[in-house]
C-alpha cells in the first residue's frame, strides 16, 4: 500500500513529529568552520545518513534532507555551484533511504541570500536556483520540499512556485519571525505571521508554518496567529531549544528535552500539528517531544 500524504495524514487527526538540527550535529561529527554542509552528502554520506538515522530512532515520523544551502548561490560560495544536481540529489538519496518506505523525506531548501528587494538579481534567476534544486531532491526521491528559514515573501512564493510546477512533491514552506519591541512577531524583511501565511498558501503551500528563532512558547503564540487566517492547512513548527544565551561568544540554546516537550500540548491547542526542533536540539530532544505527541494521542 502506499504510503499517505503528509497532509492527509494530520487532515485524518494524526500529530506528526518532524526531526532536531543538522547544522550543530555535522559539526560534531566533525565539520569544520568554513566546510559546505552539503558537500557532505558526497564526502561523508555515512556521517549524514548516522544523523538521519539518530532522528528516526528518537521517534521522528520525518527526516530532512541535508541540503539547506544547496542552491547555486549557496553553493558558489564554495565554488561548487556546477554541483547543485549531484549534491541534492545526495541528499535526498541519504534521507530516502534512512526513512526507508514508511517515513517521509522532507527535502530542505533554505533562502538563496539574494534580495529581489535589492535588485541584485532577477526573479528568473532565483525561479531556476530553486528549480534547479527542487528538481534533483524530487529525484533523489523526497516526498516533500520544506522550504525554510525564510523571511522575504517574493522569493519563498519562487520557491514554492518551482516546487509545486516542476515536483510531485507535497510542498511546505517555513517563515523565520522574531518579536519585536512592540510584542509583534515579524520576519527580517518586515512580514507578520498571518500575511505569511495567507501569501503561502495562496502560492500553494501544501503545509506551512514556523522555523527557528524561537524556542516553543513564543512558536505558541505564531501559530495562533497563523492558524487564524488559514483554518485547514496544516502547521509545522521547527523551534530551536529556546532563546539562545550568549555565553564567551558561543550561542548556547538553553532548553532540555523536558523543558521543550512541555509546549507540546499549547502548540498543538494553538493549531500546529507537525513538531519538530530547529537551533539547539538533538535527538534527546526529539525523542522528548515524541512522547509528549503520543501523550495527547492517547
Ligand atoms: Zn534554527
Redo the contacts with the bound molecule.
Keep these: 500500500m502506499p504510503k499517505k500524504s503528509i497532509v492527509s495524514t494530520v487532515q485524518a487527526g494524526a500529530v506528526l513529529v518532524s526531526d532536531g538540527?543538522w547544522?550543530t550535529f555535522l559539526q560534531k561529527k566533525g565539520m569544520l568552520p568554513g566546510e559546505c554542509p552539503e558537500l557532505w552528502n558526497l564526502d561523508h554520506p555515512s556521517d549524514v545518513m548516522d544523523i538521519a538515522r539518530s532522528y528516526l530512532c528518537a521517534g521522528a515520523d520525518m527526516i530532512e534532507s541535508n541540503s539547506f544551502g544547496g542552491t547555486s548561490f549557496k553553493l558558489k560560495h564554495y565554488g561548487l555551484e556546477g554541483r547543485v544536481a549531484e549534491i541534492n540529489e545526495a541528499a535526498a538519496r541519504i534521507a530516502r533511504q534512512a526513512a526507508g518506505p514508511d517515513q517521509w523525506v522532507i527535502a530542505s531548501v533554505g533562502p538563496t541570500g539574494q534580495m529581489l528587494a535589492l535588485g541584485d538579481v532577477t526573479e528568473e534567476e532565483i525561479a531556476s536556483s530553486f528549480r534547479e534544486q527542487v528538481m534533483a531532491l524530487d529525484r533523489g526521491g523526497a516526498d516533500a520540499v520544506c522550504i525554510e528559514?525564510m523571511s522575504a515573501l517574493d522569493e519563498a512564493v519562487l520557491a514554492i512556485q518551482a516546487a509545486r510546477v516542476h515536483t510531485t512533491c507535497e510542498v511546505i514552506c517555513t517563515f523565520?519571525f522574531e518579536k519585536n519591541i512592540r510584542g509583534e512577531y515579524r520576519t527580517m524583511m518586515g512580514v507578520s505571521p498571518s500575511d505569511a501565511a495567507q501569501a503561502l498558501v495562496d502560492a500553494g503551500a501544501h503545509v506551512i508554518g514556523t522555523?527557528?528563532?524561537n524556542g516553543m512558547e513564543r512558536m505558541v503564540e505564531i501559530v495562533r496567529e497563523m492558524r487564524a487566517v488559514v483554518p485547514g492547512t496544516p502547521i509545522l513548527v521547527?523551534a530551536?531549544a529556546g532563546l539562545p544565551k550568549n555565553i564567551n561568544g558561543v550561542d548556547v540554546f538553553p532548553d532540555t528535552p523536558e523543558e521543550m516537550a512541555r509546549h507540546v500540548p499549547a502548540l498543538v491547542a494553538a493549531g500546529a500539528s507537525i513538531i519538530g526542533g530547529?537551533?539547539?536540539t538533538t535527538p534527546a530532544h526529539i525523542a522528548a517531544i515524541r512522547r509528549a505527541v503520543d501523550g495527547l494521542q492517547k
Design positions: 538540527a547544522g528559514t523565520t522555523n527557528c528563532g521547527h530551536n530547529c537551533c539547539g
